[in-house]
């Protein structure tokens, strides 16, 4: 069955420091790769998204994910993350044309001003 | 503006009661999807609608119903047979020709079982 796996339940940084979210997919075929961004007490909003071209695709806020294909990966970074950076981030994969998503359990970012 | 709206925000049920949520959008968009979300469980898929008067289930579906009898509306009645009801529900839509974008999410509804 295909499924997505995010590594990090729970992460806590200080502000400038680096962040990087793993996400990982178990699916062969062509797929649609997302991330979403949940602010507290907000609704999800996309950050990111790829389907085709440079695997390195540039969200917002200073937010980047790079594809590799081989690894079946779809990591989430920020060089310097600030405090209004606190969320709950969720990767989301769209595998094969399907018209669902498949979603990872999320990842709760606390960054500490 | 164009948008996703998800009422109420905030509803408390007695147990043994059922109660529908309601999702209306003005984006046009064709398919539109019920997520429960749990803290430390993610999203989950509840029903699903690709067209008017066509849905299907998702992997939670069982405690739910929905209808789909117009394009704008995709209302969720949460049963006395869910047993465990009290989540926060998000709607989203995505457009027919355009997959890839993503979905577009409501602020979403927090229910309550008292």
């Known amino acids: 069955a295909q499924s997505v796996s995010q590594h990090n339940h729970h992460v806590i940084l200080s502000e400038a420091a680096s962040l990087e979210l793993g996400c990982n997919y178990s699916y062969g075929g062509t797929v649609n790769l997302f991330w979403y961004v949940q602010y507290p007490g907000q609704h999800l909003q996309l950050l990111l998204k790829?389907?085709?071209?440079d695997p390195l695709v540039k969200g917002i806020k200073g937010f980047e994910a790079e594809f590799i294909k081989s690894k079946f990966s779809f990591n989430l970074r920020k060089p310097s993350v600030q405090w209004s950076d606190t969320a709950e981030y969720f990767c989301a994969v769209n595998a094969g044309n399907n018209r669902k998503l498949i979603w990872g359990l999320g990842t709760s970012l606390g960054v500490n001003p | 503006d164009g948008g996703i709206t998800q009422s109420p925000k905030y509803l408390f049920r007695k147990e043994g009661q059922n109660v529908t949520l309601s999702c209306e959008q003005n984006l046009n968009h064709d398919a539109m999807y019920w997520y429960r979300q749990d803290p430390g469980q993610g999203l989950r898929l509840i029903y699903y609608s690709q067209i008017v008067n066509d849905f299907q289930k998702g992997d939670i579906a069982e405690g739910y119903s929905v209808s789909r009898e117009k394009k704008e509306s995709f209302p969720l009645t949460v049963t006395s047979a869910q047993k465990n009801p009290t989540a926060f529900y998000l709607c989203a839509t995505l457009p027919r020709d355009s997959p890839n974008y993503g979905y577009t999410f409501g602020s979403g509804t927090r229910l309550t079982v008292v």
């Open positions: 790829y389907f085709s071209g």
